[in-house]
């Protein structure tokens, strides 16, 4: 009897394998200078994405999570601030508007997109309203001209959430480089990992780059003289040295991924599931998703989970509870309005197998096993 491989989320031995050489040369590079914290290899990767995403400043920092929380205290935002965002995200979106002393407001998705409803957002917007956390989720752009307009029209701010679409763009604009400031995330399983966590911010102003320089290292502007209370928020020597290795090939992987996602989207075209958008919706001008997840709907979601986990075939509920009904959310939001397209789409989403080296008989084995569940 032949055992069948296991087709995993993502394959990052794979990738380690592709580059182990270059990988492993940074790493030793750094051990041999024993710098492990704020050296070069952190000044010149964030020189680096700095001139990639198009910004004046790249801020890096300790995680994606820690980039939201920094970027909200350089705005100033606290108690009795409102900030809008999606209720279709993972935790840290929201963790980061409560860390501050601020109040979520959640405004329901379009779900084709999976993205916020852009429509609903002015009607969202109070007298305490200070900011909007777009979150570019599974990879695909929120319509940020849209979004830009309606926070020049109420002043209001605007937080990139970056963690699931570093190099995604928007015309020419890299996302990241359109809002005040954009989030990034390493985390190893993103578009762009390393090997630990990770983190970054981005901005074009430079005022908020020095605040989030100083607020990430302890509040100080000079060793030993701190000017307001910071934190420990660094990215370390070793994650900057395998970032900097990554980053050049970022987009050849993000278009990989993108192959795998229209792979999908073709062998998927006559079974009876809702397939992710290859592209955005014209309306938003020329942009490209970069497919951190590749997610479907289907009312029989339990059953093909099940009957790909018989074949091995790892599958996962990017987000069974939207944030608006998470027990640590309920009581911080200012009044319980109910989201039915997030609600619908968190009983109905599965993500499938996706990464840059991914197999094409891995990608036909997750179709066909779908195929006979829905057929
Ligand atoms: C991963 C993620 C984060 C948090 O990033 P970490 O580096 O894990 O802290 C924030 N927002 C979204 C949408 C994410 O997917």
Same mark, same amino acid.
């Given at each position: 009897?032949?055992?069948?491989?296991?087709?995993?989320? &993502?394959?990052?031995? #794979? !990738?380690?394998?592709?580059?182990?050489?270059?990988?492993?040369? *940074? $790493? =030793?590079?750094?051990?041999? %200078?024993?710098?492990?914290?704020?050296?070069?290899? &952190?000044?010149?990767? #964030? !020189?680096?994405?700095?001139?990639?995403?198009?910004?004046?400043? *790249? $801020? =890096?920092?300790?995680?994606? %999570?820690?980039?939201?929380?920094?970027?909200?205290?350089?705005?100033?935002?606290?108690?009795?601030?409102?900030?809008?965002?999606?209720?279709?995200?993972? $935790? =840290?979106?929201?963790?980061?508007?409560?860390?501050?002393?601020?109040?979520?407001?959640?405004?329901?998705?379009?779900?084709?997109?999976?993205?916020?409803?852009?429509?609903?957002?002015?009607? =969202?917007?109070?007298?305490?309203?200070?900011?909007?956390?777009?979150?570019?989720?599974?990879?695909?752009?929120?319509?940020?001209?849209?979004?830009?307009?309606?926070?020049?029209?109420?002043?209001?701010?605007?937080?990139?959430?970056?963690?699931?679409?570093?190099?995604?763009?928007?015309?020419?604009?890299?996302?990241?480089?359109?809002?005040?400031?954009?989030?990034?995330?390493?985390?190893?399983?993103?578009?762009?990992?390393?090997?630990?966590?990770?983190?970054?911010?981005?901005?074009?102003?430079?005022?908020?780059?020095?605040?989030?320089?100083?607020?990430?290292?302890?509040?100080?502007?000079?060793?030993?003289?701190?000017?307001?209370?910071?934190?420990?928020?660094?990215?370390?020597?070793?994650?900057?040295?395998?970032?900097?290795?990554?980053?050049?090939?970022?987009?050849?992987?993000?278009?990989?991924?993108?192959?795998?996602?229209?792979?999908?989207?073709?062998?998927?075209?006559?079974?009876?599931?809702?397939?992710?958008?290859?592209?955005?919706?014209?309306?938003?001008?020329?942009?490209?998703?970069?497919?951190?997840?590749?997610?479907?709907?289907?009312?029989?979601?339990?059953?093909?989970?099940?009957?790909?986990?018989?074949?091995?075939?790892?599958?996962?509920?990017?987000?069974?509870?939207?944030?608006?009904?998470?027990?640590?959310?309920?009581?911080?939001?200012?009044?319980?309005?109910?989201?039915?397209?997030?609600?619908?789409?968190?009983?109905?989403?599965?993500?499938?197998?996706?990464?840059?080296?991914?197999?094409?008989?891995?990608?036909?084995?997750?179709?066909?096993?779908?195929?006979?569940?829905?057929?």
């Amino acid at each position: 009897m032949t055992s069948v491989q296991p087709i995993p989320m &993502v394959d990052l031995r #794979e !990738q380690y394998l592709t580059i182990k050489q270059d990988i492993d040369t *940074a $790493i =030793a590079d750094v051990l041999s %200078t024993t710098q492990f914290i704020m050296g070069s290899n &952190v000044r010149e990767f #964030e !020189q680096e994405a700095a001139d990639y995403l198009g910004v004046s400043d *790249a $801020i =890096a920092c300790a995680n994606g %999570t820690d980039a939201l929380h920094l970027a909200l205290r350089a705005l100033g935002l606290g108690p009795g601030d409102e900030v809008i965002t999606t209720p279709f995200t993972f $935790i =840290a979106t929201a963790e980061a508007i409560a860390y501050v002393g601020a109040t979520p407001v959640f405004v329901d998705i379009d779900p084709a997109t999976y993205n916020m409803n852009v429509e609903l957002v002015e009607q =969202a917007i109070t007298d305490n309203t200070r900011a909007i956390i777009p979150v570019h989720l599974f990879g695909l752009p929120c319509d940020m001209s849209a979004l830009s307009a309606i926070a020049k029209k109420h002043q209001l701010h605007i937080v990139e959430d970056c963690a699931q679409s570093f190099g995604a763009a928007i015309n020419d604009s890299k996302i990241g480089a359109i809002g005040d400031i954009g989030c990034h995330s390493f985390f190893p399983s993103k578009n762009l990992g390393c090997f630990g966590d990770g983190g970054m911010l981005s901005t074009n102003n430079a005022e908020l780059a020095e605040k989030l320089r100083v607020l990430r290292a302890h509040g100080s502007t000079k060793q030993y003289h701190h000017t307001i209370i910071g934190y420990n928020s660094r990215l370390d020597e070793m994650q900057a040295a395998i970032l900097r290795q990554k980053l050049p090939r970022i987009d050849q992987y993000n278009q990989a991924r993108h192959n795998v996602a229209r792979a999908y989207c073709e062998q998927l075209a006559n079974v009876n599931v809702q397939l992710p958008l290859l592209n955005a919706p014209a309306a938003m001008g020329e942009a490209t998703p970069v497919f951190h997840q590749f997610t479907i709907l289907s009312d029989k979601r339990d059953e093909i989970k099940q009957a790909l986990a018989t074949q091995k075939i790892a599958s996962a509920i990017y987000y069974p509870i939207p944030l608006h009904l998470q027990e640590a959310m309920v009581d911080r939001m200012p009044a319980k309005l109910s989201h039915p397209h997030a609600e619908n789409v968190a009983q109905r989403c599965l993500s499938l197998p996706i990464y840059p080296e991914m197999p094409a008989d891995s990608i036909q084995r997750v179709c066909k096993t779908i195929e006979q569940v829905v057929s």
